[in-house]
C-alpha cells in the first residue's frame, strides 16, 4: 500500500492527477486530496503520506511555505507547477523532482519509479545513516534557502556524490568534465570530485549561467577564461588549464566569449 497526498487549489488538476495515479500504479494506493496549504498540514498530522504532489503556486500560502512548516518530511515531495522559470530553477538547483503542468502520465510514471527505488534502499540507507540531517532533508532546507533569494545567480546548486551532497555557488565551480555516466567537478581552490550527475545535466541547468560546453567532454564557467588560443582549439583558464575546444564547438564558443566581453 502507498499512501499519496495531493495538494493543489485546483479541483481539475487534483482530480487528473488522482485519475493518472489510479492507472499508472500496479499496486494498491490510498490517495487523499488537500486545496490548500493549511488544509494539507492539518493532514498531514493523521494521514502518513508515503509521497506528496505538492502544487507550487496557490493563493494565501505557496507550496515552498508548506516545506517551511515541515521542516524534516519523512515522504518524498514531487513538486507540480505551471512554467515558472524561477520556481523550477530552485527545485532543480536542491535536485528535487518536479512535474510541469499540465502533468505528462509518462513524465508521472518515472517520477513514481523513482519514488519507488527509493523505498526499496531505505533499509540499505538506515543502514549508513550519518549523524544529522539526512541528504533528503538537506536538499529540502537547500531548496527553502535558494526560494528566499533574490536572484537565481545566488542559487547554491546540490551536487549528490558518493560521499555525500554537496552544495556550491556557480562562482565556486570553474569546469565540469564528463567521467561515463559521471562528472568530475573542478572548485575554485578546493580539491576536484565526482558527481553521480551526468554532464548533460548540468549543461541542461547551467547553459543560461555563462557556462559553455566547450567539448562533448567539458563544461566551462566562462567567468574563469583568460584567452582562446590562436587557433581555437583550446581555452585557457585563470588556474593555467587547458581545455579542448572541439572543432563543432569553437564558432559558438567564439560567439558567446564575444557576447560576454560586449554585455562587460
Given amino acids: 500500500m502507498i499512501n499519496a497526498l495531493i495538494i493543489d487549489d485546483e479541483p481539475k488538476a487534483r482530480n487528473v492527477l488522482h485519475h493518472y495515479l489510479v492507472n499508472l500504479m500496479q499496486e494498491e ?47 518524498d515531495i ?35 519509479q523513482r519514488h519507488l527505488d527509493k523505498a526499496v534502499d531505505k533499509v540499505k540507507e538506515k543502514l549508513k545513516e550519518r549523524k ?66 551526468t554532464l548533460k545535466h548540468y549543461d541542461d541547468m547551467l547553459g543560461e549561467f555563462n557556462f559553455i560546453r566547450t567539448h562533448k567532454s567539458h563544461l566551462v564557467n566562462s567567468v574563469f577564461i583568460k584567452q582562446v588560443t590562436h587557433n581555437n582549439q583550446y581555452v585557457l583558464l585563470s588556474d593555467g588549464t587547458q581545455v579542448e575546444v572541439s572543432r563543432r564547438k569553437r564558432e559558438e564558443v567564439q560567439q558567446q566569449l564575444n557576447l560576454r566581453k560586449a554585455i562587460v
Avoid at 502518513?48 to 511555505?65: C, H, Q, S, T, W
Avoid at 530552485?90 to 528535487?96: P, V, Y
Avoid at 537565481?152 to 555557488?169: C, M, N, Q, W, Y
Fill in 29 to 75: 494506493i490510498d490517495i487523499r486530496h488537500a486545496d490548500s496549504v493549511d488544509d494539507a498540514l492539518a493532514l498531514i498530522e493523521i494521514f502518513k503520506a508515503d509521497i506528496v504532489f505538492l502544487d507550487v503556486e496557490m493563493p494565501y500560502r505557496n507550496g515552498f511555505e508548506f516545506l517551511i512548516e515541515r521542516t524534516n518530511p519523512e515522504y
Fill in 132 to 197: 544529522g540531517k539526512e541528504p533528503k532533508h538537506q536538499l529540502y532546507d537547500n531548496l527553502i534557502q535558494n526560494v528566499q533569494k533574490k536572484d537565481i545567480k545566488d542559487f547554491r546548486l546540490a551536487v549528490p556524490s558518493s560521499e555525500g551532497v554537496f552544495f556550491f555557488t556557480l562562482d565556486e565551480i570553474m569546469r565540469l568534465e564528463a567521467d561515463k555516466n559521471y562528472t568530475s567537478i573542478h572548485l575554485v581552490g578546493k580539491r576536484p570530485f565526482v558527481s553521480s550527475k
Fill in 78 to 112: 514531487i513538486f507540480t507547477t505551471a512554467y515558472n522559470q524561477y520556481a523550477i530553477q530552485a527545485i532543480r538547483f536542491s535536485a528535487l523532482d518536479y512535474l510541469l503542468k499540465p502533468v505528462d502520465p509518462d513524465e508521472l510514471a518515472a517520477a513514481i
